[in-house]
């Protein structure tokens, strides 16, 4: 068996009038993720990592944000599909580590219901899925509010 690493990285502006779904999870804020799908930051930093740790490309390779098919869509269904290209590649995920960067809304206490619906997504048990989140000290553009960045770690076994 090998064990394979993949990190992931994204960002999304914040703008009025649209949705903010982090993890799969809607949260009652003024502002939400500018972008071609839902914007679900987390997991599209998800998908690059697992993309990434069996050397499959990225986000943008498998879903263009100029193909009206993924216009809007929810990023789970994104996540499937990728958890399926990982099955197809006979890897299967150990552990999964996220940090979120986001001035407000504050997460905490959506942190367990998006650490559970990644677990379900997954088929991971709860100890295995890892999020966190911090803030920038109002430094940047993240800081300032404008945006949310996540950074993502998973380690795959291979076989």
Known sequence: MEIVIGSGYDLHRLVSRR???????????????????????LFHALIDSLLGALALGDIGGHFPDKSIEYKNIDSSILLK?????????????????????????????????IRENIAQLTDLSLNKVSVKAKTKEKVDAVGK???????????????
């Open 145 to 159: 509010g404008k945006a949310v960045e996540v950074f993502c770690s998973v380690l795959l076994y291979k076989d």
């Open 81 to 113: 599909k990728t958890l399926e290209l990982v099955a197809q590649n006979n890897a299967r995920i150990g552990n999964i580590d996220i940090t979120v960067v986001c001035q407000a809304p504050k997460l905490a206490p959506y942190i367990l219901s």
């Open 19 to 41: 949705d903010f779904i982090i993890g799969g999870i809607k949260i009652d804020y003024n502002k939400g993720f500018l972008a071609h799908s839902d914007g679900d930051v």
